[in-house]
């Protein structure tokens, strides 16, 4: 049963990328990939643990998965929406446009991947799902617990960097107060947290199986820090802010939230 709701994630991602894509290419705007992506997985995770049915397996636990997911789903899609609609084209997108030989095939291969990558976290939040224990217990709790810390520091970081950008006396500057003073992309991090809500609840050495619990985490992990998060944010940076991002970047960790390091002046 497991294979069989991945596979039927994967199946209806494929079609809510597709729609990202060609809804980005009619009004100009990339950064809806981000947008649908985010609605769509949430609802689709959170219906695949529901129906993540078997011997022994909680409703409650269903239910809460399901809910995380939900949680996860919305509060990502509410917070980048305004910014697609209300805001000039992300740089990733805008540098594709500007560069790429052929932009409505480009943004398809960067749309279409993202429907795996969901399939993927699908192993991760069905697993954690179908723990076969018939009531929440302890490790429910600490996953709830975990999920909750990532939500509430993600908002934390993403309202502190609205509040930075809304005084005009920051233009040009690079925010190094609250949650970004110990880490450049707090907002990343707790994103990332989150998903370990999955191994807490479920992860145990004596059933193989869970160890599928990490994939959400790592697969996360890969792609914020590695691939479609830090390495373009940072890039944009350096050409906007210069000097003053290299100096945040020196005394400044890149992803988990550290005390910030002394440097010497030259």
């Keep these: ?15 809510v990328m597709i729609a990202a894509w ?27 643990a529901f129906v993540a049915t078997g011997a022994d397996t ?30 000039p084209e992300d740089a990733r997108y805008a540098e594709f446009r500007r560069t790429a030989k052929n932009y409505p095939l480009t943004m398809l291969w ?13 192993l991760s939040v069905v697993t954690a799902a179908k723990r076969p224990e018939p ?12 999920f909750l810390t990532a939500i509430v520091g993600e908002t934390i970081a993403d309202a502190q960097m609205k509040r930075f950008r809304a005084d005009p006396g920051n233009k040009g500057k690079v925010i190094e107060t609250g949650l970004w003073a110990w880490s450049r992309h707090p907002n990343y991090f707790f994103q990332w947290l989150g998903w ?37 944010l940072e890039e944009a940076m350096l050409k906007s802010r210069g000097d003053r991002f290299r100096d945040y970047q020196a005394r400044v960790g890149v992803f988990f939230p550290l005390p910030p390091k002394r440097v010497r002046p030259a």
């Design 196 to 232: 370990m809500a999955y191994p807490a609840m479920a992860l145990d050495p004596s059933r193989p199986v869970s160890l599928l619990t990490l994939i959400a985490p790592a697969v996360m992990y890969v792609l914020l820090r590695y691939v479609s998060g830090v390495p373009p």
């Design 110 to 122: 960067v749309s279409l991947p993202q429907a795996p990558a969901t399939a993927l976290l699908a």
């Design 135 to 146: 009531s929440l217990d302890l490790r429910d709790a600490l996953a709830a617990l975990v």
């Design 58 to 87: 909680s409703l409650a636990r269903r239910l809460l998965v399901a809910a995380f997911m939900l949680v996860w789903g919305l509060r990502l899609g509410l917070y980048l929406a305004p910014r697609v609609a209300g805001h």
């Design 1 to 15: 049963m497991l294979l069989q709701i991945v596979l039927g994630v994967l199946a209806l991602m494929l079609g």
């Design 22 to 48: 060609a809804f980005g290419l009619a009004v100009k705007n990339g950064g809806w990939t981000d947008v649908f992506w985010s609605f769509g997985s949430g609802l689709l995770l959170a219906g695949a």
